[in-house]
């Protein structure tokens, strides 16, 4: 759906310029949209990014797959229809953050290429990061920290993404993050890089 279902609504501006958030924070907005695999370590990742920026005094905050599914997103499922509204649902909100000047960090699996290049359209030109966490699908199996590979192989999950559902890795990810092998902080520290060397924040 391209326009609201109502049109009896308004769109109301801030008397806060955007120019005038983010000079005051010391940093600009921007959407951290971290894909890959269940157990890929996409939050982990994103988890830490967020940890190392708050302690610099700089504004962050972490959008978790798991986390929206219990409020906001609690009435989808896993089916086709419902992960793309989730995806979209969890854009818009993640523009919103980011307008507020801060860097916002979303950890979810997305595995259709069309609902991630979506939320890249809904965002400011520059300011959508696409941050593909290419983790094998094999470790990401033989981690399964939620126990959820397992279920699947089983047949108690369906639609499970990477064994009975697909992934649509990116194309064109701004960021690859290669984690088998590699630390969370050495993973977070290239996201952190980028940030600093596109001038979203400072550097030390």
């Known amino acids: 759906m391209s326009e609201p279902k109502s049109q009896n609504i308004f769109w109301h501006?801030?008397?806060?310029?955007?120019?005038?958030?983010?000079?005051?924070?010391g940093q600009k907005g921007c959407v951290l949209w971290f894909t890959g695999l269940s157990g890929s370590g996409k939050s982990t990742v994103a988890r830490k990014v967020?940890?190392?920026l708050l302690k610099r005094g700089l504004t962050c905050y972490a959008l978790d797959g798991d986390n929206l599914r219990m409020g906001l997103n609690k009435n989808l499922g896993f089916?086709?229809?419902?992960r793309t509204e989730n995806i979209r649902r969890v854009g818009e909100v993640a523009k919103l953050f980011a307008d507020s000047g801060a860097v916002t960090t979303c950890s979810f699996i997305s595995p259709y290429r069309a609902g991630r290049d979506a939320n890249r359209g809904i965002v400011p030109d520059g300011r959508y990061i696409?941050?593909?966490v290419d983790t094998p699908l094999a470790v990401c199996e033989a981690r399964d920290p939620k126990g959820l590979y397992a279920k699947a192989r089983a047949g108690v999950i369906p639609n499970f993404t990477?064994?009975?559902?697909?992934?649509?890795?990116?194309?064109?990810?701004?960021?690859?993050l290669k984690t088998d092998g590699v630390s969370v902080e050495d993973s977070a520290g290239e996201v952190i890089n980028?940030?600093?060397?596109?001038?979203?924040?400072?550097?030390?």
């Not at 501006?13 to 924070?25: D, I, M, Q, S």
């Not at 980028?194 to 030390?204: Q, R």
Request: zero cysteines; glycine letters at 8%; hydrophobic letters at 35%.
């Open 162 to 176: 990477g064994i009975s559902a697909p992934y649509e890795a990116p194309e064109n990810a701004e960021i690859v």
């Open 130 to 132: 696409e941050v593909f």
């Open 50 to 52: 967020e940890e190392l």
């Open 194 to 204: 980028y940030l600093t060397a596109k001038g979203f924040i400072p550097g030390e």
């Open 79 to 82: 089916s086709p229809e419902d």
């Open 13 to 25: 501006g801030a008397n806060v310029t955007h120019e005038e958030r983010e000079e005051l924070l």
